[in-house]
C-alpha cells in the first residue's frame, strides 16, 4: 500500500514505530495531489514547502500527540494561520487570519501537519465550487465540504475536516464513498470557523476509516489516549426512513434493504420507527432558521459586497432578513420539540439506520445535490455517520448512514466500527 | 441635556427630527471622552475621524434605520472593521480584522456609528483591564464588559455591546448604575465574536434606559419598526435568592426587600421560589464547562503565545485541558436538566426577581468581582436584565436583576419597561 494510501491511524503507527517518515508520507500525498489536481479540484492551497518543513519538523522530535507526522486538510470556512481562508468568496480572496481556528491548534498540538485548504461551496451553503467527483469527474462530489471529500476519496490526503450545517459532510461522503462523521451538535470547539446557521453548524471529519474518525474526535475533545474499538455486542438497530423516503432513489432503497438484511444475518432485529405525523414540519422550520441565520451571520458581506454573493446565496439572505423573529422562535421550538420527541422514540435503540444520501452522486457539477437525508440530523444535534457500504447502478458509492444519541459519539463510533467489521465479516464469506 | 446624555432613542428621535445633528451629537461624545478618558480609561481605541466623518454621512442622507446617526460603542472581544480588536490581550495588539461582525454590521445598517472599542478582561474572562468605575475611580466598574458599562455610564455614549459568558453584563451594569441586557442565549447572532465559552456565550448590551435596549435588540433580531412600550398589567413576578443569597451583602438584601416592598406597593405580590435541593451543583458544572470551553478556544493562543497569557487564564486553561470529556458532558446534562427545571418552576410567573451583584462595586481594581449572582442565568440561557434602582451605603449604585422566560424577550423589556416607569411613579409620590 502507497503511503498517500494509509489511514491516519496506520500511519500514525508507522510512524511512531519509525518505519516511515513524516517527510516520506507527506511527499507521498503531495505527489497524488500533483497527480490527481488538475482532474479533481479538490484545494483552493496546497502548502508545500510549509508541509515538507514542518513534516521535517515532526520526524526529528518525539511525538507530540497520536496524529504526530499525519497530514491534515482543512475545509476552507475555518482559519489556518499561514495559509489563505477563502469562504468559497470571491470577498475573501487572500484572506489570511491571525490565528488557527481551535479545531485546526488542536489537531497541531497532538502532532498533525496541515497540508492545505480544501474547497467549499460559498459559505458553507450551496453555491458549488469547482470540485469533481473523482470516482467519475463529470458528477458533484456533493457539498458543501467536497474537496475534503474528494482528496481523502482520493487518496491525496488520510483525513479532512468538513462542516455541516445542512447535509454538508454526510452527503458528499456518500457521493464520493469515504466514512463522514457530524459529530454532536457543539462538541467540537468552533472557535475560528465562519458561521453559516449557527444553531447548526458542526464541525466533523472525512477520513476512510472509522478508526480515523474516532481518533480524530477523541484528539479534539479529548481521551485519545484511551483504547477505541468496535462495540462488543451486536447495536439495537432502529430503521427511520425519515418523511423524504419518497425521493430516495432506487439504489438508496436498496442500500437500505441490504443493510437490513446484512444487520439481520449478523443477529439484529431491525424494527422501524414510523415517521410521526407532522415530522415534516422540521423541514420547513430548518428553512427559517438557516436562513434566518445565515442573513445575519453574512451581514457584512451583504452590506459591502453585495455584488459579490452569488444569485442563490443572495435569495438566501434575502429571505433570511424578511423572517419575522417570531417566526424564527416558533421554527427553533418546533425544533426543540423533535429534538425531545426523537430522545424517546431512540429510548430502545442504540443507534438509527437512515439513508445517507438520495442515491449515487448526481450527474453534472452545477448542483451539489439534495440535503434532504441529512439535514433531520444535524437540526437535531445529534451525531451521525455515513459509512461506505453499497454501489449504485454506475457503480459509484452509495453510504449508509447510522444516527446516535446526544453526546453518545463515542458508542457511535464503536458501533460504527463493529459494523465496518461485521460487514467485511459476512461479505467475506 | 447636553446631547450626549441622550438616550439612544431620544438622541435618533431628534436626529430624525432634524433637531439635532449626528456630528453634534458625536462630537458631544468625543468632547465627553476627551475630558474623562483620563480617568475612567473606558476605551482602547476611539476612532475620532472616522465617527465623525461617518456622523457627517449620516447627516447628509434619509435615515438608514431606527439608531440613524446615533453613536455606539463595541467591546473589544467584537469585530469592528477599521478599528483594533485587541481581546484584552497583548497576542492581539495592532490586529485589525477584515469584516465588522454580525451584530456590529447590523447596527450599521440600522444608521449607527461606531464609534470606538471599549476595554474588556483579557478574552472576556476575569483578569481586568485598565477602566475604574467612573463613580467612584479607585473602584472596579465590573467585567468583563468594563469599558462598555464605564463609558454609558459615564455619558461618553448612549450605548454599547457587552458580552456575558459568566456576568460580564449584568455585573458591571449593577457596579456602574445602568441597564445591562443579556438576551436569550444565541438570540444575536455570534459571527465575529472570539468566544470564551461558546455554551454561554451571549452578546447584549449596556444603555441608561430599557427603551435603549429594546431598540438595541429589536435592531439585532428583527421588528425595531413595531411600537415598544411597557407590559400594561402588574407582571407576575417571584422572587429566587439562588444559592448564593448567603454571599449577598447588606445593600443586595436590601435592594430586593425595597424592591419587593415596591411590586407590593404597585399591585404585585412577590412570593418566593424556593431554591431547590442541589441547585449549588450548577456552579460545579460551570466551572468544568467554562474552562473545558475556554481551553479549547483559546488553543492557538495557549500553543503559541502561552508566555503572553495571565496567571488566572492560564490555571484556567490548564485545568479545562485536564477535564475528561465524561466529566463536560456530565456538566452539560445537569445543566440541561436545571433548565427544564426553572422552565416548569416560572410556568406561573412572568418574571424572577433576583440580585444582579453581590453589593455595591468592590474596593480596588485588582478583581472585577464575583459573578455568582449572575452566572446561573447565563448558564440557564434565560434573559436578564439588571435595573439601576437602588444605592449602597456608599452611595453607589446597586442593580436588581429580572429574568424572563426563554426567547421571550420582548415581554422582559416590556416588564423591565413597567417597572422603571412604575418606580419613578412610586418615588415621585
Given at each position: 500500500?502507497?503511503?498517500?494510501?494509509?489511514?491516519?491511524?496506520?500511519?500514525?503507527?508507522?510512524?511512531?514505530?519509525?518505519?516511515?517518515?513524516?517527510?516520506?508520507?507527506?511527499?507521498?500525498?503531495?505527489?497524488?495531489?500533483?497527480?490527481?489536481?488538475?482532474?479533481?479540484?479538490?484545494?483552493?492551497?496546497?502548502?508545500?514547502?510549509?508541509?515538507?518543513?514542518?513534516?521535517?519538523?515532526?520526524?526529528?522530535?518525539?511525538?507530540?500527540?497520536?496524529?504526530?507526522?499525519?497530514?491534515?486538510?482543512?475545509?476552507?470556512?475555518?482559519?489556518?494561520?499561514?495559509?489563505?481562508?477563502?469562504?468559497?468568496?470571491?470577498?475573501?480572496?487572500?484572506?489570511?487570519?491571525?490565528?488557527?481556528?481551535?479545531?485546526?491548534?488542536?489537531?497541531?498540538?497532538?502532532?498533525?501537519?496541515?497540508?492545505?485548504?480544501?474547497?467549499?461551496?460559498?459559505?458553507?451553503?450551496?453555491?458549488?465550487?469547482?470540485?469533481?467527483?473523482?470516482?467519475?469527474?463529470?458528477?458533484?462530489?456533493?457539498?458543501?465540504?467536497?474537496?475534503?471529500?474528494?482528496?481523502?476519496?482520493?487518496?491525496?490526503?488520510?483525513?479532512?475536516?468538513?462542516?455541516?450545517?445542512?447535509?454538508?459532510?454526510?452527503?458528499?461522503?456518500?457521493?464520493?464513498?469515504?466514512?463522514?462523521?457530524?459529530?454532536?451538535?457543539?462538541?467540537?470547539?468552533?472557535?475560528?470557523?465562519?458561521?453559516?446557521?449557527?444553531?447548526?453548524?458542526t464541525i466533523g471529519q472525512l477520513s476512510r476509516t472509522v478508526e480515523d474518525a474516532a481518533l480524530f474526535w477523541r484528539v479534539l475533545v479529548g481521551g485519545a489516549e484511551q483504547p477505541f474499538d468496535a462495540m462488543p455486542r451486536p447495536p439495537r438497530v432502529a430503521l427511520f426512513r425519515t418523511h423524504y423516503w419518497h425521493r430516495a432513489k432506487v439504489e438508496t432503497v436498496e442500500a437500505i434493504a441490504s443493510t437490513v438484511s446484512r444487520l439481520e444475518a449478523l443477529g439484529c432485529s431491525v424494527p422501524e420507527i414510523t415517521v410521526p405525523q407532522g415530522f415534516e414540519r422540521l423541514s420547513h422550520a430548518r428553512k427559517t432558521i438557516n436562513d434566518y441565520e445565515r442573513a445575519r451571520a453574512l451581514s457584512w458581506e451583504w452590506h459591502a459586497h453585495r455584488g459579490r454573493i452569488s444569485e442563490p446565496l443572495a435569495a438566501v439572505i434575502s429571505h433570511g432578513l424578511a423572517v419575522p423573529y417570531d417566526q424564527y422562535v416558533g421554527a427553533k421550538t418546533e425544533v426543540a420539540r423533535w429534538r425531545q420527541w426523537f430522545s424517546r422514540a431512540m429510548a430502545d435503540y442504540d443507534v438509527i439506520l437512515t439513508p445517507a444520501a438520495d442515491g449515487e452522486a448526481p450527474d453534472g457539477l452545477e448542483s451539489t445535490g439534495s440535503s434532504a437525508f441529512q439535514e433531520t440530523w444535524t437540526m437535531l444535534h445529534l451525531p451521525s455517520i455515513s459509512l461506505p457500504l453499497c454501489k449504485g447502478p454506475n457503480g459509484l458509492p452509495v453510504g449508509v448512514q447510522f444516527v446516535g444519541k446526544f453526546d453518545r459519539d463515542a458508542e457511535l463510533l464503536s458501533i460504527a466500527q463493529w459494523i465496518m467489521k461485521s460487514a467485511s465479516e459476512v461479505s467475506a464469506v
Open positions: 500500500m502507497a503511503a498517500n494510501e494509509l489511514s491516519a491511524v496506520d500511519a500514525a503507527r508507522q510512524i511512531a514505530e519509525g518505519a516511515l517518515s513524516s517527510e516520506a508520507l507527506v511527499t507521498a500525498c503531495l505527489a497524488r495531489i500533483a497527480e490527481r489536481e488538475p482532474s479533481v479540484s479538490a484545494w483552493t492551497h496546497v502548502g508545500v514547502e510549509a508541509a515538507l518543513n514542518e513534516a521535517r519538523q515532526r520526524d526529528t522530535v518525539r511525538p507530540l500527540g497520536p496524529l504526530h507526522g499525519v497530514p491534515v486538510a482543512v475545509k476552507d470556512v475555518i482559519d489556518v494561520r499561514g495559509m489563505p481562508t477563502g469562504m468559497g468568496s470571491p470577498i475573501y480572496d487572500g484572506f489570511q487570519p491571525l490565528a488557527d481556528a481551535s479545531c485546526v491548534s488542536l489537531l497541531r498540538a497532538a502532532g498533525a501537519v496541515i497540508i492545505g485548504k480544501t474547497v467549499t461551496a460559498e459559505f458553507a451553503g450551496i453555491t458549488p465550487g469547482s470540485t469533481c467527483n473523482p470516482h467519475c469527474l463529470n458528477r458533484t462530489p456533493g457539498g458543501s465540504s467536497s474537496g475534503s471529500a474528494a482528496a481523502v476519496a482520493d487518496n491525496m490526503v488520510p483525513i479532512a475536516f468538513g462542516t455541516q450545517t445542512g447535509g454538508s459532510i454526510l452527503r458528499p461522503a456518500s457521493y464520493c464513498g469515504v466514512v463522514g462523521f457530524k459529530p454532536t451538535y457543539n462538541s467540537i470547539n468552533r472557535a475560528g470557523l465562519k458561521f453559516a446557521a449557527e444553531s447548526f453548524d
